[in-house]
């Protein structure tokens, strides 16, 4: 599978995973600030914006995909990798397989935990949602979670982007993405051993993923950076971009030495 990258900068490799069910063009304003620093790559994720659909949908099988950008690219070094949400989902499985190609770790809105069985549960009725009633459940169901209460009132510009944005999605990609999420492994016994520097951020008006999670996590992962945006849900970089690049730039440089 050759997945879709859109790269600025040079130097040290920076992969940004995007979060459901988005694609990498809610990296764009962060890719242009954060190419003074390496070289930043947004890939889409399989069955998002310009990528392919995975034949059997899975976590495990998306980091593989990014792993084989990889080596498309002829990138032997290791990366920093950042997720957010599902893209965090990713990075954890991306770093369970490939720990030797991980520079260093950047969490975003996303947790270690797998799905509950209620979790799982209700992604699999969304899936006969979708199914039988399109996209337009996720404005319903999720769109209402991927911001907080401050940006649902103030942001009305990037409220209309995001309605904009899921409704262009493939609904089949968005399917094989909920099946995914369900089924994905338990990150939690991978904490205790990263080595890696990690950096963590969380909104602390996150009603998808309890900043909760963010914080269990800086708990368990050695020498973790942990940091939460306030008047920010889950959408941190795109709710609060000017203190989401505050926080992730001057790590980066830290890590990069640049």
């Not at 084989?68 to 954890?92: C, E, H, K, N, T």
């Not at 699999?124 to 399109?134: A, M």
């Not at 493939?170 to 995914?180: K, Q």
Request: aromatic share 4%; net charge neutral.
């Amino acid at each position: 599978m050759t997945l879709h990258v859109t790269e600025q900068g040079s130097g040290t490799p920076i992969v940004f995973l995007h979060a459901f069910p988005l694609f990498s063009a809610m990296w764009k304003s962060d890719a242009a600030r954060l190419a003074t620093v390496g070289r930043v790559m947004t890939p889409d994720l399989p069955g998002f914006g310009e990528s392919p659909r995975q034949t059997s949908p899975s976590i495990a099988l998306m980091a593989d995909a990014v792993g084989g950008l990889l080596d498309q690219l002829g990138l032997r070094q290791p990366i920093i990798l950042g997720g957010l949400s599902m893209g965090g989902y990713v990075a954890f499985e991306f770093l369970r397989k490939f720990p030797a190609r991980v520079k260093a770790l950047a969490l975003f809105s996303t947790k270690a935990a797998a799905d509950s069985p209620e979790q799982r549960e209700g992604r699999l009725k969304l899936i006969e949602r979708l199914r039988q009633e399109g996209l337009g459940v996720l404005l319903q169901t999720t769109l209402p979670k991927l911001v907080g209460p401050m940006t649902a009132s103030r942001q009305p510009a990037l409220m209309a982007d995001l309605t904009r944005l899921i409704l262009a999605a493939n609904v089949d990609g968005v399917i094989d993405a909920v099946r995914a999420m369900a089924e994905r492994a338990d990150a939690r016994p991978l904490l205790d051993s990263i080595a890696c520097p990690t950096l963590i951020v969380a909104g602390s008006e996150d009603q998808s993923i309890p900043p909760e999670e963010s914080r269990l996590m800086a708990e368990r992962i050695p020498g973790a950076q942990l940091t939460m945006i306030p008047e920010a849900g889950h959408l941190t970089n795109l709710e609060q971009p000017a203190a989401f690049q505050a926080v992730v730039e001057p790590w980066l440089r830290r890590v990069t030495g640049k």
